[in-house]
Antibody, heavy 125, light 110 residues
């Protein structure tokens, strides 16, 4: 059974950089039919796609966050990571990593089949 | 990239059917057959209930169905049960490997 687990500081100061890691167990991150994604959910609000990475290192970001986001992958550790710079209180959210099943038999499918439990990151001095 | 539009809340009695709409644009919902729907219970990770507009993953109740017309996708839950009470989110592919979520709909089973 695939499992994803987020880890990182639960409190970040304004203007600093938020850093989280997602560790994948029970399966390889180096699989060509999946993408690996970061999503966040501010308290009481909806889901927001942050960005996506392929095991090769190709990345795709939400245009509204693109200038502050970096997602990277470490296939040797079966992990991928998120860095969000210059955070403010509006970046307070539950951050989750997820696996995106993007293709089956040459056809795009594009849905999240596994999620981590999420980790709350608060931005406060 | 604005969020897809969903009603903030819907409600229904046990046994009834409800429909949740998800409106986007011809750059996302209207351009690709790649809308997925997620059920999220409080404190839990989302669970996919519909993908590719209308396909149901194995293990998901046949009471869940999806459809689409133009730029609006819809999720219908028939034979409402208490366990269906949750938040529901739509998500659409928006081209160039980007994604967009809806704002979410709170379903209350009366």
């Amino acid at each position: 059974q695939l499992q994803l687990q987020e880890s990182g500081p639960g409190l970040v100061k304004p203007s600093e950089t938020l850093s989280l890691t997602c560790t994948v167990s029970g399966g390889s991150i180096s699989t060509n039919i999946y993408y690996w994604v970061w999503i966040r959910q501010p308290p009481g609000k909806g889901l927001e796609w942050i960005g996506t990475i392929y095991y090769s290192g190709s990345t795709y970001y939400n245009p509204s966050l693109k200038s502050r986001v970096t997602i990277s992958v470490d296939t040797s550790k079966n992990q991928f990571s998120l860095r969000l710079s210059s955070v403010t209180a509006t970046d307070t959210a539950v951050y989750s990593c997820a696996r995106l099943f993007w293709t089956s038999a040459g056809t795009m499918v594009y849905y999240f089949d596994y999620w981590g439990q999420g980790t709350l990151v608060s931005v406060s001095s | 990239q604005s969020a897809l539009t969903q009603p903030a809340s819907v409600s229904g009695s046990p046994g009834q059917s409800i429909t949740i709409s998800c409106t986007g644009t011809n750059s996302d919902v209207g351009s690709y057959n790649l809308v997925s729907w997620y059920q999220q219970h409080p404190g839990k990770a989302p669970k996919v209930v519909i993908y590719e507009d209308r396909k149901r993953p194995s293990g998901v109740s046949t009471r869940f169905s999806g459809s689409k017309s133009g730029n609006t996708a819809s999720l219908t839950i028939s034979g409402l049960q208490a366990e269906d009470e949750a938040d529901y989110y739509c998500c659409s592919y928006a081209g160039s490997n980007t994604l967009i979520f809806g704002g979410g709909t709170k379903l209350t089973v009366l």
